[in-house]
């Protein structure tokens, strides 16, 4: 599992508004240190060869699979089957490579740090079924093979599932190496260019490795993201990029001038380096803003939010049958947990709480029961453990590390989510959606307000956002505003790669 490496100093805010660093020359030689032990081969070097290698290996497999299990009985004279048809496929494959790069199946990794395998399944989709369809004219004409279509349906299903498990198999390989590590600077040390420190060093799997900030006039550092150093001014980033050997530079907002600022980023652009920015009212910029122009001048569209009653049917329809059909498949997992609760520790199952649901409607959640019994009694015997009441976290949110309050049972259950599955009873009744806005208790409900507020026009998920990007380490105004974000870029795609990109963060046993 990749790592981000942070180079850390102690720092504290001068009246002059000039940064002290203590120990400025260990902090700055051990990000000097960590910034060469890269290999000088980059992130885009690495996965574009891995995801080629992985993609032709998986349609190759595909192919044999569809041939083997939908081999006609006999051929006819004159024709070729079995390996030469396999002779043609692989022939065939340097076209395949080809369309997958023209879909743009190679070139996301290197240039968005949270691109994952569910942003390929439209692309793939686009690649499997033209290039089934390639081969098929390809072999009609030159009668080399005789793709028959039961085969050829086999091989486009076959592909698109051994594909996207290749490459997400891929990715994992990729994430290992020491090479898909990014050296990276932010631009800015003020409240927006901490927030970005702070989700790069929640987020290992980015591959971040953050170096420090560039800043004249750097804000004091929250101890969220600890003694990440200054490194010097923007006057002297061209210096540091060289030095540090800079692969990404985000540029959040600074005190400099507007004329400075673009000085800044066209000096940036003469390095082989991957420059972000982060827009302006970034909290409004969603998935669905498009980028159209008025001669030259980039204008960012926001759609408006559209909730047809097409739309709502359709995500209530996936949500019944998928959560129906997903309780039949874990009757037998129900079935051991509610055991292992009951021998663990006193008290029922599962455990029902008050949440605020679709336009501020109450009603009660399910879940396996992780707890004592008299958990909710004793929790205010153990509010000074919660780590949001402390230095820089938000009083809000009650959330404590190691809860002496969880069973040894509910430890297990908690660490792979495993307590939120009776919530598919919830989605089947209606009162819940598979992805959605963050369920949240009546408290902290009291806290949202305005045009907060529209976060309640979808039914609460079990999964959302807020469960993708950190959960609980997520502060409840920034939680808000990702709700608000989801609700109001909502489509169906949306769902389904949330869904899917749910999976793996489950699977590590992600539980910030």
């Not at 000088?40 to 041939?67: N, T």
């Not at 590590?181 to 060093?201: E, P, Y």
Request: glycine fraction near 8%; hydrophobic fraction near 45%.
């Amino acid at each position: 599992m990749t790592r981000t490496v942070v180079a850390r100093a102690e720092n504290t805010q001068l009246a002059s508004g000039e940064v002290a660093l203590g120990s400025p020359a260990a902090a700055l030689g051990a990000a000097e240190r960590r910034s060469r032990a890269s290999v000088p081969k980059s992130r885009g070097w690495l996965v574009r060869r891995m995801l080629v290698l992985a993609d032709a290996v998986c349609l190759v497999v595909a192919f044999v699979l569809a041939q083997f299990l939908f081999a006609p009985p006999s051929s006819s004279a004159g024709d070729w089957s079995g390996p030469a048809e396999l002779a043609l496929f692989v022939l065939l494959l340097p076209v395949w490579i080809g369309l997958a790069r023209a879909s743009g199946l190679y070139k996301h990794d290197e240039e968005r740090t949270d691109h994952s395998t569910a942003d390929d399944l439209v692309g793939i989709l686009h690649l499997v079924t033209l290039g089934a369809w390639v081969f098929y004219a390809v072999a009609s004409v030159t009668r080399l093979a005789t793709p028959t279509f039961p085969r050829l349906i086999a091989f486009w299903a076959f592909a698109i599932a051994i594909v996207t498990i290749g490459r997400a198999a891929a990715r994992a390989f990729c994430r290992s190496r020491a090479t898909y590590l990014q050296n990276t600077v932010i631009v800015g040390a003020g409240s927006v260019g901490q927030m970005v420190a702070r989700k790069f060093l929640q987020h290992g799997e980015y591959g971040i490795n953050l170096i420090g900030f560039v800043d004249s006039v750097p804000r004091k550092r929250t101890t969220q993201i600890g003694g990440l150093p200054l490194l010097g001014s923007p006057a002297r980033l061209a210096d540091i990029v060289r030095r540090y050997r800079v692969e990404r530079v985000v540029v959040a907002f600074t005190q400099d001038s507007h004329d400075e600022l673009l000085d800044l980023i066209r000096l940036l652009k003469t390095f082989d380096l991957q420059v972000d920015i982060v827009p302006r009212l970034f909290e409004l910029v969603g998935p669905a803003a498009e980028i159209h122009t008025v001669e030259g001048i980039p204008l960012v569209g926001l759609p408006p939010l559209r909730l047809s009653r097409a739309a709502r049917c359709a995500k209530r329809a996936m949500d019944s049958s998928l959560a129906a059909a997903t309780i039949v498949l874990l009757v037998p997992l129900f079935l051991l947990a509610a055991l292992a609760i009951k021998l663990d520790s006193r008290g029922p199952v599962f455990f029902r709480q008050p949440r605020v649901g679709t336009r501020g409607r109450a009603f009660r959640i399910y879940k396996l029961r992780t707890m004592t019994r008299d958990a909710e009694r004793r929790k205010s015997e153990y509010t000074h453990l919660n780590r949001h009441a402390a230095e820089g976290g938000d009083p809000r949110m009650f959330k404590i590390e190691n809860d002496p309050r969880v069973t040894r049972v509910g430890r297990v259950l908690r660490r792979f989510s495993l307590d939120e599955l009776p919530q598919l009873v919830n989605v089947v009744k209606g009162e819940m959606s598979l992805v959605g806005p963050r369920p949240l208790i009546v408290e902290e409900a009291g806290f949202v307000h305005d045009w907060a507020s529209r976060r309640l026009e979808l039914k609460p998920g079990m999964t959302g956002l807020w469960q993708v990007l950190g959960r609980s380490a997520i502060p409840f105004e920034e939680m808000v505003r990702l709700d608000y974000l989801y609700v109001t870029t909502w489509s169906l795609w949306s769902d389904l790669r949330l869904m899917l990109r749910t999976l793996p963060a489950v699977a590590r046993g992600d539980h910030s």
